[in-house]
């Protein structure tokens, strides 16, 4: 029988999370929610220095909105935990020690002096990108060029020490990426990386690669740009005896800036006042306010269905799709190799499908909360009706409020141009005559009004098309919107008689002659 399928989620609490984790996240959960696995959140907070306070909160926050849930991690516990990297220090230094004792990894007690050093040295050799390597470990000083003695005495001292790799020399470095297919690296490439900093603490490669271990992971899904980290981490499984229960890696392709030119960056958000974190984030040093998926409007589900096509497709023609219609068609191999363009107009086209496929009820509360910050009260049955009509026609539920104000507020101006055009000797006349039929129907409906109109029309032998816009204009103050009869049902007959006596007189000099 196959292994159970373990996935993680393994952020940096490095500040707010980019949109392409959250893609990471979501490849995650679907991939074990089809495979029946489970999927965890590991918080990877070794590197002090870039630890930003908030992080961790904003990170489950935004999960939690977009719907991907965990099994284990550092809100829900779990029987492999700590979760959290901090937390698991002691871990860490026992697989290094094994390292080195094993003569897989060794001391190394240079000065940031003696490292730049090296450097200038190989620089000025023509070496183009120097490193800490086969060749110039045996010039450092490390435990395999001091004596044993040495490095003990210098380590009782307290002097301060690193662990490092012991690269092998000249080997192919193979791995099988189920996106990529088989990656090869030769070990020249790649340098003696610290285990184990001064400090004590883990760097990101061994602390990953033990997790992952004991946490029994069996498919590593992750950003491109761990790519060139995985052989590495390929040698320490092979160390530290693991390489039977590896798990399998899947990198995940880039998300490119919408041009195609380059990795989406924050600026590239800025620049083109798009959302780039799922929810706002505020930068604690500056206090500056970035908003995010959520704050633009974008919906959930919507946010969802847009980033699995980030990288994904099913093969077929479909676009919409639910969470759990992903996580029935979701698959590695349908992971493009190449970089995905972000086109916000794309997340915008999703968010339209999504919020004209919610009932009136659903959308109210958006439009409760515009309300409630302008102060305006409605009834439940006006805002569900206002939403109903309304969301054909929006891309965000905020223009719930900004495109139908008129359903709420008396209109105390018209649009110039429509009364340029429009507002004429017939047009006045069919307003004044619609107002005074208007007064006497009981249950004004969109059908009623509809007849009631059509019929004083008639009445006056005025064709519709010539008056129907300076009707709309009366009442809205608008030359376009939704469906006319359904405003003044909603309105009601005392406001619509109200704005239409408005716009007579308002509008008064302004009569031109067709
Ligand atoms: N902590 C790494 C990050 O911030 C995790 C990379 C991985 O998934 O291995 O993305």
Redesign the pocket.
């Known amino acids: 029988m196959n292994k159970e399928v373990r996935v993680?989620?393994?952020?940096?609490p490095?500040g707010a999370l980019h949109i392409g984790?959250v893609r990471?996240a979501l490849y995650n959960y679907l991939f074990a929610r089809k495979s029946g696995g489970k999927m965890l959140l590991r918080i990877?907070d070794t590197d002090q220095t870039r630890y930003v306070p908030g992080t961790e909160e904003y990170i489950m926050e935004a999960l939690d909105w977009l719907g991907i849930k965990m099994d284990e991690g550092i809100k829900e516990g779990g029987e492999y935990g700590p979760y959290r990297q901090s937390e698991r220090k002691e871990h860490y230094r026992q697989y290094a020690e094994k390292l080195v004792e094993e003569g897989n990894a060794y001391y190394a007690f240079d000065t940031p002096e003696e490292l730049d050093a090296m450097r200038e040295r190989l620089k000025a050799a023509r070496v183009d990108q120097p490193q800490y390597n086969a060749i110039t470990r045996t010039t450092m000083k490390n435990s395999l060029t001091l004596s044993a003695e040495e490095v003990k005495q210098r380590i009782d001292s307290g002097e301060p020490y690193v662990i490092r790799l012991k690269v092998p020399k000249k080997e192919e470095v193979r791995l099988n990426d189920m996106v990529r297919g088989w990656v090869m690296v030769h070990s020249t490439a790649i340098d003696d990386k610290i285990l184990m900093k001064s400090d004590g603490m883990p760097t990101?490669h061994l602390a990953?690669v033990v997790d992952d271990h004991m946490m029994g992971i069996t498919h590593?899904i992750?950003?491109e740009e761990?790519l060139p980290?995985a052989p590495l981490h390929v040698l320490l499984y092979r160390f530290l005896g693991w390489e039977d229960s590896m798990p399998q890696f899947a990198h995940l392709p880039l998300i490119l800036k919408p041009d195609g030119n380059g990795k989406l960056s924050k600026r590239d958000a800025e620049k083109h006042g798009f959302p780039i974190f799922p929810l706002e984030w505020t930068e604690p040093e500056t206090g500056e306010k970035v908003e995010g998926f959520r704050e633009f409007g974008f919906l959930p589900e919507a946010s969802i269905n847009f980033l699995a096509f980030l990288g994904w497709n099913p093969g077929t023609e479909q676009e919409i799709f639910s969470m759990d219609e992903l996580i029935e068609a979701f698959s590695i191999e349908r992971i493009g190799k190449s970089g995905t363009k972000f086109d916000i107009d794309k997340a915008k086209w999703y968010n339209e499908q999504y919020i004209k496929t919610k009932s009136g009820e659903q959308l109210a509360g958006y439009l409760r909360e515009s309300l409630n910050q302008e102060g305006i009260e409605a009834s439940d049955e006006r805002i569900i009706r206002v939403c109903e009509i309304m969301k054909e026609r929006v891309t965000f539920p905020g223009q719930f409020w900004t495109d139908a104000k008129f359903l709420f507020v008396t209109p105390d101006s018209y649009d110039e141009k429509v009364v340029k055009k429009k507002w004429t000797d017939e047009a006045v006349l069919a307003l004044t005559e619609y107002k005074k039929a208007l007064a006497d129907v009981d249950n004004l409906t969109p059908e009623t009004a509809k007849s009631v109109l059509t019929e004083t029309l008639e009445k006056n032998n005025i064709k519709m098309g010539r008056v129907m816009q300076a009707v709309r204009l009366a009442i809205t103050g608008k030359g376009a919107g939704p469906d006319l009869m359904d405003i003044i049902s909603i309105l009601g007959k005392d406001e619509v008689i109200l704005r239409i006596d408005n716009a007579l007189s308002k509008l008064e000099g302004q009569v031109i002659s067709k």
């Not at 993680?8 to 940096?12: K, N, T």
């Open positions: 993680r989620f393994a952020p940096s490095t984790g990471t990877e990101y990953n590593v992750r950003g761990w980290s």
